[in-house]
């Protein structure tokens, strides 16, 4: 393992002073009504105190490469906030596959008070987001080092909502999902620009892992920081193939 894999993770006191956090939650606010999604002060703190982790974490281990907070703001917690307005339910317990930094699991989690897992393969990012999750004092989320298919031989059938966001090819996301989900629950795909191809491969896959593209959201992020295209799944029928396939082989074999 290297140094950073292992590396213990020690967060230190929030080097931005009370105003400069406070100015960052009026931002956030601001930021979130113009995307009409209601935030309270106390809930856009904890978001911007996470960000802000994650910048100090950011500077000896690579959690992302967004290093300006103002566009953070945007394309890390807006980005993860917004797909709470395609939620057709109020979830009861989520998963947030390939969280990375701890997006969007912990603003979904400080903002819904659900109960959820944030799934990452690499160990070193699990770490961190843990860490982040004690700092803040978050009891309803933990992140859990694991592949998507192995997590899935003893947590099947245990979610209503699971996420990915940004996090590989379509037709692979929701045959990583699929086995995740309780009946008639919901996959949640956030894409920036998806070709037709990769789109028309995700709808033949989901048809065979039972599910069936329900809603198509998109929307430009503020500032001109992007576009996303929000693909809404649910569960209706059980798989035509046993799912989760071994590791590894989704992205050797394609289903379809």
């Known amino acids: 393992m290297t140094e950073e894999t292992t590396r213990t993770i020690q967060l230190q006191p929030l080097a931005e002073s009370e105003q400069q956090v406070d100015q960052l939650v009026q931002e956030l606010v601001s930021l979130c009504e113009t995307m009409e999604i209601d935030i309270d002060l106390a809930c856009a ?7 802000l982790l994650v910048n100090q974490v950011n500077q000896y ?8 907070i103002h566009e953070a703001l945007v ?3 807006v980005d993860s906030l917004a797909l709470t307005c395609d939620l057709p339910i109020e ?3 989520f998963l947030d596959m390939g969280t990375g930094a701890g997006f969007p699991g912990i603003p979904f989690a400080v903002y819904t008070g659900c109960e959820g897992i944030l799934l990452d393969s690499v160990r070193k990012k699990v770490n961190a987001v843990n860490a982040f999750i004690d700092e803040l004092g978050i009891s309803n989320a933990h992140s859990v080092h694991e592949r998507c298919e192995s997590y899935a031989l003893n947590e099947a059938a245990s979610f209503d909502v ?7 090819q379509m037709n692979l996301i929701v045959e990583y999902g699929a ?3 309780e009946d008639d629950g919901y996959l949640i795909v956030a894409k920036a620009n998806p070709s037709h191809d990769e ?3 995700a709808e033949r896959t989901a048809e065979v892992c039972g599910l069936e593209l329900v809603g198509v959201d998109e929307f430009d992020l503020p500032r001109d920081l992007g576009h996303r295209t929000v693909f809404l799944y649910q569960k209706v029928m059980e ?3 046993k799912l989760p396939r071994p590791v590894g082989l989704a992205k050797k074999q394609s289903l379809v």
Do not use: S
Not at 45 to 51: A, I, N, R, S
Not at 61 to 68: A, E, F, G, V
Not at 162 to 168: E, Q, T, W
């Open 199 to 201: 789109k028309r491969l």
């Open 91 to 93: 979830p009861e317990r």
């Open 45 to 51: 703190k904890t978001c911007v105190q996470h960000l």
């Open 179 to 181: 086995p995740f989900l």
């Open 162 to 168: 699971v996420f990915a966001r940004a996090v590989g």
């Open 75 to 77: 394309l890390h917690v």
């Open 61 to 68: 281990m690579n959690l992302t490469r967004i290093k300006d």
């Open 239 to 241: 798989p035509r193939v």
